[in-house]
C-alpha cells in the first residue's frame, strides 16, 4: 500500500522537473522516467496490457520521437528563451488554483470508497482482445484510419518543398 | 500477482484522483511557462498521461474493461498527434530557425 505513494511521490517528483530543467534533453530523460513510474502504477492496478503498452509505445517510440527531433534540430544547448519571471509565476498562479478548484470538487464529491479490484483478470489481454474486438471493433479499425492519416500528415509536413512551385 | 493484487487494496480512490490532478497541473503549468515549443508538447503528453492513469484507475475500480480500452484508443492518438506535431515543429524550425513559441504570433488579435 505504501509502495502506491512511493511511486506517486516519484511521479510528481520527475514531472516537476521535466518542466523546470533548463536543457531540453535532460528533460525528455526526466519524460522517460516519469512514463516509467505510471507503467508502474499501471502494473499495480493489474492493468498488464495497458503497461506493457505503455512502455512500449511511450517509453519507446515518442520518447525516440522527441529526442531525435532534438538532436536534428541540433537544440541540445541551454540558449533557450525563458520567460519573465513575471509570467511564471503567474502561469503557476493560475495552474494551482486550477489544482485547488479539482481537488475542491473531488471532495464535495466524497468518492473515497477504497479501490478493490473486484475482476482481477480485467486488465489481462485476453479479456481486453474480446472487448477490443467485439463491443470497439469500429472505433478500433477508424483508429487505423487515423494513424494512416497521421502517417501521410506527417510525411508531407515534414518534407522539403521542391523549389520550382 | 496475488502480492500485488493485495498490495493495492486499500488505497482511496481521491488519491488516485489526486494524483491524476496533479500531474494535469503540471503538464497545464508547463504550457503556461516554457516557451519551448518542444517542452510544450511534452508537457502535454504528460496531461494526456494523467487522464490515462485516472481512466484505468476507474476502470479497476468498477471492474469494466471499456476504460483501458479508451486508454488504448487514447495512446494510438496520442503517437498520431506526436508524429503530426514534431512534423509542424520541424517545418516551423526550417522556416524561421528557432522554436520560440512567440515569434508565432502572427494569429495573435
Known sequence: ???????AFLSIFFAVMVITT????????????????????????????????NFIVYMGAIMVLFLFVLMLLNLNKETEPMKSVLVKAIGTIAGMCLLVTIAGSVKVLEVSNPVVLKNPEIGLVDNLGKV??????????????????????AVLLAKKEPKDI | ME????????????????LSS???????????????VIIIMMSIELMLNAVNLLLAAFSAYH??????????????????????????????YRNTKSIDINLLNKLKW
Open chain 1, 1 to 7: 500500500m505504501s509502495l502506491f505513494y512511493f511511486i
Open chain 1, 22 to 53: 533548463k536543457n531540453p534533453v535532460h528533460s525528455v530523460l526526466y519524460l522517460v522516467i516519469t512514463f516509467f513510474t505510471f507503467t508502474v502504477h499501471y502494473i499495480l492496478l493489474n492493468a498488464q496490457f495497458l503497461a506493457v503498452v
Open chain 1, 132 to 153: 477490443l474486438f467485439k463491443e470497439f471493433l469500429l472505433p478500433f479499425e477508424i483508429s487505423s484510419i487515423l494513424l494512416l492519416t497521421a502517417m501521410v500528415g
Open chain 2, 3 to 18: 502480492a500485488i493484487i493485495q498490495d493495492i487494496q486499500g488505497i482511496p480512490l481521491n488519491h488516485y484522483i489526486l
Open chain 2, 22 to 36: 496533479i500531474i494535469f497541473t503540471i503538464g497545464v503549468i508547463g504550457v503556461l511557462i516554457r516557451r519551448n
Open chain 2, 63 to 92: 471492474g469494466d474493461a471499456s476504460g483501458q480500452v479508451f486508454v488504448f484508443f487514447i495512446m494510438a492518438l496520442a503517437a498520431a498527434e506526436v508524429a503530426v506535431g514534431l512534423a509542424i515543429i520541424v517545418m516551423v
